[in-house]
């Protein structure tokens, strides 16, 4: 198919046809193909991809680094690392995943791509602003990886105090890499925020954008409200880290849990801005293949805000065992709760969405049900580790690490594959092989649940997290989760494969999916300002596959 011939959903605008005086659309990807008119784009689209570039690298990194955990915890005793090399490569592991990898992923890359087209916009409001967030990112990684890589530290993800205080190793340009990182992800969150309140075309009012805009912006507020805090604790363990100010040293009036209150405040919120996305991304998934308007678009629209919002008021669930009062450790439970019910009125929208809808089986649907399987899932540990009498004997064993991958790895995995797939076709203009996709997708999904199943039996088995060798018993279910993680590598690898042959010999496509969300209103790939011609109107809301006269529920013939 040609570009000038294809033709997005039905309803497609005037103008959409439009062609440039020498008959053809000049995509953003064509319009200048110097090295440097990539390096210095103010364009938001060529931004996400250079964002994805770099996203995935850091990604294939972490991952490394997971398989090497997984490989030395095959055998009881030491296997193929020392144990101080051992403690450097899960704190590696997590911070590359968590500051390189899940934050920045899906607002950086698909929220970025995405995020003007959805309202109809040119780019975002700041554009210049966009591409200074990405160097910053790409600065703040440089120095953390700079540190890890020359002698590296040991603290874990969360640098907990005193420890990380007093450690040799090289904690401080991995704090300040970190510090940088929060920059990026502050100067993109108030962009976005921006953007939606300035810049969304006419006709599209708040309760007609898209629902992943809706998350967007839910994240965006939370980047903005909660990252500073951080920003600023980590430049304090830095300090104290190199000049011994004694602000968390009880020898000298400071307080070491004084850190864990702050890095909670953070790190609690930073959680939703790994999930939100997610949510967002798969409530447009699953309009578009039900073939239905979502059900409830309200509520999940403002449960998005509502889970940002209570987010801000359960950071106390981390440190229930860190000597607050019962009193407080059952208001910190409780308030963790709140989050569980806004997420299961999204949950049960999505599945009212899908009842009675015209479903297409397809990958970023595969993708849908695994993340379905792993929010309810890790969800529902959570509301258990949120009971106070539980968490005092699951905290800091494998079962607090298979939850949080249930929820966070899984549920922003999932949905970060199931973008990557639903919006391909958008981004490049070409369609990868289906069949390969849904292949992945089930290697996927069960070597996930193979990886962290066996977590949760044997940290509820009394298996602590972050230790190097273990008693024998722990051994079978610790080999079932190395098997599992080998077979996520392996459905990685084929993803990896037929994505990049696609990319070369894909078929043309424009809107494979016949989907209405807004962003397929212009072409794929989209020009280099977004839209050709008038800009598009949006009589109708995104996903707006039921014709209105039928009763809701109903589905439509499109
Ligand atoms: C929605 C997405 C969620 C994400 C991304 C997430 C993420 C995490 C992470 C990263 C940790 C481990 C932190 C560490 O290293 O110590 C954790 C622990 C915890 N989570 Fe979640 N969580 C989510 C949902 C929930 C929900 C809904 C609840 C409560 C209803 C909850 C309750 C807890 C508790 C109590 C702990 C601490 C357990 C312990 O350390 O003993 N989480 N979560
Ligand atoms: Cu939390």
Redesign the pocket.
């Known amino acids: 198919m040609t570009p000038s011939s294809s033709i997005a959903a039905p309803g497609a605008v005037p103008g959409h046809e439009a062609t440039d005086d020498h008959g053809h659309h000049p995509s953003y990807l064509t319009d200048g193909t110097t090295v440097k008119s990539w390096l210095l784009t103010v364009d938001h689209k060529r931004i996400g991809i250079m964002y994805m570039a770099w996203i995935l690298l850091f990604f294939l990194v972490g991952g490394i680094f997971a398989l090497l955990i997984r490989i030395e915890l095959l055998t009881p005793g030491p296997t193929i690392m020392d144990a101080m090399t051992y403690n450097r490569v899960f704190t590696l592991h997590g911070i590359v995943m968590i500051f390189l990898f899940m934050i920045p992923a899906i607002p950086a890359i698909f929220g970025n791509f995405l995020l003007p087209l959805m309202l109809g916009a040119k780019d975002v409001a700041f554009p210049r602003l966009n591409l200074l967030s990405l160097y910053v990112y790409l600065a703040g990684a440089g120095f953390a990886l700079w540190g890890m890589l020359n002698g590296g530290l040991d603290t874990g993800w969360?640098f907990y105090t005193p420890y990380s205080a007093h450690t040799t190793t090289t904690v401080a340009p991995v704090l300040f890499g970190a510090f940088i990182i929060g920059f990026s992800s502050i100067l993109t969150g108030m962009n976005f925020i921006v953007t939606t309140h300035t810049m969304r075309a006419p006709g599209i009012t708040w309760f007609k954008m898209p629902l992943m805009v809706w998350a967007l912006y839910a994240t965006s507020c939370i980047q903005v409200l909660a990252t500073p805090v951080i920003g600023l604790l980590l430049l304090l363990v830095t300090a104290e880290n190199l000049f011994s100010l004694g602000m968390f040293d009880v020898a000298r009036g400071g307080d070491p849990v004084l850190f864990q209150h702050l890095f909670w405040f953070y790190s609690h919120p930073a959680?939703?801005i790994?999930?939100l996305p997610a949510f967002g991304v798969m409530s447009e998934i699953v309009s578009a293949f039900s073939r239905k308007n979502i059900f409830g678009y309200r509520a999940v629209a403002y449960s998005s805000v509502g889970i940002a919002f209570v987010g801000f008021f359960a950071w106390g669930?981390?440190m229930f065992v860190s000597g607050q009062s019962t009193f407080n450790a059952g208001v910190f439970g409780v308030l963790?709760?709140l989050?569980?019910v806004f997420?299961a009125i999204k949950v049960f929208n999505w599945v009212g969405t899908v009842y009675k809808g015209a479903v297409e089986f397809s990958t970023p649907f595969a993708y849908f049900c695994g993340f379905l399987f792993f929010t309810v899932f890790g969800?529902m540990t959570?509301?258990a580790?949120?009971t106070v009498s539980l968490?005092v004997p699951?905290?800091?064993t494998y079962f607090?690490v298979a939850?949080?991958h249930f929820?966070?790895v899984g549920a922003t995995i999932m949905a970060f594959l199931a973008a990557l797939h639903y919006w391909f076709p958008k981004m490049f203009g070409k369609m990868y092989h289906e069949g390969w996709g849904l292949v992945s997708a089930a290697l996927i999904i069960l070597g996930f649940n193979a990886t962290f199943i066996p977590q949760f039996l044997v940290g509820n088995a009394g298996m602590p997290r972050r230790y190097y060798e273990y008693p024998e018993r722990f051994q079978a279910l610790n080999v079932a989760s190395t098997a599992g993680a080998s077979l996520l590598a392996f459905g990685f690898i084929i993803i990896a494969v037929y994505l990049t042959y696609a990319l070369i010999y894909g078929e043309r496509v424009d809107n494979p999916w016949n989907s209405k969300g807004y962003e397929w209103l212009t072409l794929s790939p989209p020009p280099t300002h977004n839209f050709i011609g008038p800009q598009p109107t949006y009589p109708e809301e995104p996903h707006f596959y039921v014709d209105p006269k039928k009763a809701e529920g109903e589905v439509s013939d499109v």
Do not use: K
Request: hydrophobic share 50%; net charge negative; aromatic share 12%.
């Open positions: 969360t959680v939703y790994m999930v669930h981390h963790s709760m989050v569980g997420t969800g959570g509301i580790v949120a968490d699951w905290h800091d607090v939850h949080f929820i966070m």
